[in-house]
């Protein structure tokens, strides 16, 4: 069987000292336990600009929200190139030397062209799976958008074609002269967890067993 | 006294759903206390892209590290433009309809054009503060880097001049008429926590305290 090759040049990752892979499965696992996406653009002074968005994969599509105001997802309507970088932190790397201090992650790199969901019955159950990504069992507790909300909403639908996955993981790779078992070398490991969670002044009731057990993050 | 203001059009932050900051004090909180940050440039074949990267602040500055064999540093070194975003995710903000779900936040951006970190005494100074970033304490643990080792390394440095900070925090906020006391609604707070360190094989002795108190993440 041959493995899964990268789509582009663009997505090719070049680092021999991490591991690569282009399969789908690989890339799905993180795309569908991380909570956050950085999406670059190339702004109208040809300057790059990051931003931190909330995104849901709906099979081999990447979904994009954010409001109609948004700068970057005006320009991603009128169809610019978007780079979606998704990561997990998964370590910190500590090494006998400085240089060799490194981390342990798991990355999706993402390449393209989205294009706005048009269609508001597409564009209700892209905003349900928008919140369902992040909490799962949410939706069923919430009445359905309203074709208002609908429409000042801007959603983008981005294609799970060219990308790459990037990570890293294990120990510190020491230089031979250095493995002194005096010096502590290892693995902290990272992961986000959540905490007490904190009702708003209006709720009367207690928090219910979707919400209570989210903690999928790793 | 005046509020800073932003340096450029270009990180004006125009949504008024959140709060926008130009001063050094919250920008340089949210850069101390996070880990990684995503790095965008303008590719070759002039499509963004967005790379995780390792970072520290020195002072007014942006330390940015990476292999020789990066294609983003070297662009980077060639003088393109960069775009640096930082963000601490801080909480999921359930909301009593989808629309008004939220997260909590706080985000920096920073766009510049960085310079390479030239004379040796301070790239190897430059390496320091990047391991001190992730884990204060770590250097005076380990021999100082080789030449050879500081030949080898590429450090940018990107002023902190044109930078913008965008937060939100707090509970959600719903609309009027979707405010029932039965419908559970508030914040799921997020933090990044450190688990139980993994010396590697070599290691013949306990974590010391600098490690092993390691938790300044919020």
Redesign the interface.
Known sequence: MTEPGPASD?VTV????ERAAYDAATRDAILDAA??A??????T????????M?YARDDETLLLHG?Q???LLRSGKAGT?????V?L?DG?V?A????H?S?N?R?V?V?GRAVPVEDLDERAAA??L??EH??PG??A???P?TEK?LR??LVLRLPLEEFSVKLREG??V?DEE???????????????????????????????AH?AG?NR?R
């Open positions: 663009a070049r680092r021999i000292d909570i956050i950085h999406v670059g653009l190339v702004g002074d040809s300057r790059p600009i990051v931003i931190p909330a409001s105001a948004s700068r190139d978007l780079c979606v970088t990561t932190l910190m500590l006998r030397s400085t240089l201090h981390m992650y990355s790199v390449l905003l349900d928008l919140v992040l909490t949410q939706v507790a919430l009445r958008s909300e000042s909403t120990g510190p020491d250095d493995l002194d078992p005096q010096i502590w070398a290892g693995v902290l490991p990272l992961r986000t967890e959540v905490g007490e969670a904190v009702p708003d002044e209006i709720t009367a009731v207690g928090i219910p919400l989210w993050i």
